[in-house]
């Protein structure tokens, strides 16, 4: 199969680096010291979304929003802790090889995530691959959230070109209802969630990493070889 496209966008965590249960630690290890303690299977299962909406919908009027904002920080910071002591490990394989593949083409490419800014920029430095993006959309820049496309956007007109000719590469399902909303061919890195919980959207490819992923010129731009 393949995939013609101008440019490429990519989502950050979960799809570049394997990190959600970094995130799962670090939110026990912050509930534990505000007086909750949580297993990581129910953490997994019940700890989603806006950390300050987590942490309302926790500790109700507990704490007062600056008070919120700061306990959001520390987990964020606990995150970064955490994920630093083996961040090697947790890069989802073959991710390096094919952004280099890309640049390499000089294939445009940008990142859209959800995440903070200090997440988004510890991650792609410790990956080294900042210099190799032509743009960086982090969830302080955009004012609709995921499954909104509006963070793709930003990425595709940065990049000067159509966000419907780019390829979008996605872990969770609120990503690829993003992506179908940009009406944007989109594969899945399954290290996330499974194949069957994409059941309702279109999705091109179904990868448990960027291994065997080609990429090659073609008369119209770009190809991806599946």
């Known amino acids: ?15 570049l680096v394997d990190n959600m249960m970094v995130h799962h630690r670090a939110w026990q290890r912050k509930l534990a010291e505000l007086g909750l303690e949580y297993s990581l299977e129910r953490v997994k299962e019940e700890i989603h979304g806006v950390n300050l909406e987590i942490l309302e919908r926790l500790f109700g009027d507990r704490f007062t929003h600056e008070e919120r904002t700061q306990i959001a920080w520390d987990k964020e910071a606990a995150y970064r802790e955490i994920f630093a002591a083996d961040f090697a490990a947790n890069i989802v394989p073959g991710t390096l090889d094919f952004i280099r593949q890309a640049h390499a083409l000089g294939i445009p490419m940008a990142i859209g995530t959800a995440g903070p800014e200090e997440n988004a ?4 430095d410790k990956l080294g691959i900042r210099e190799l993006m032509g ?50 061919p989109v594969v899945i890195l399954t290290t996330t969630h499974t194949e069957p919980e994409f059941s309702e959207l279109e999705v091109a490819d179904f990868r448990g990493n960027f291994r065997g992923l080609t990429l090659e010129r073609s008369a119209s731009g770009f190809s991806l070889l599946l």
């Open 1 to 15: 199969m393949t995939i013609n496209c101008q440019a490429l966008l990519f989502d950050l965590d979960g799809t």
């Open 135 to 184: 743009h960086i959309v982090h969830s302080g820049m955009v004012t609709q959230g995921k499954p909104h496309p509006e963070v793709f956007q930003q990425g595709a007109d940065a990049l000067g070109v159509d966000l419907k000719d780019c390829i979008i590469f996605e872990d969770s399902v609120t990503g690829a209802k993003a992506a179908n909303n940009a009406g944007c």
């Open 121 to 124: 920029f510890f991650v792609i």
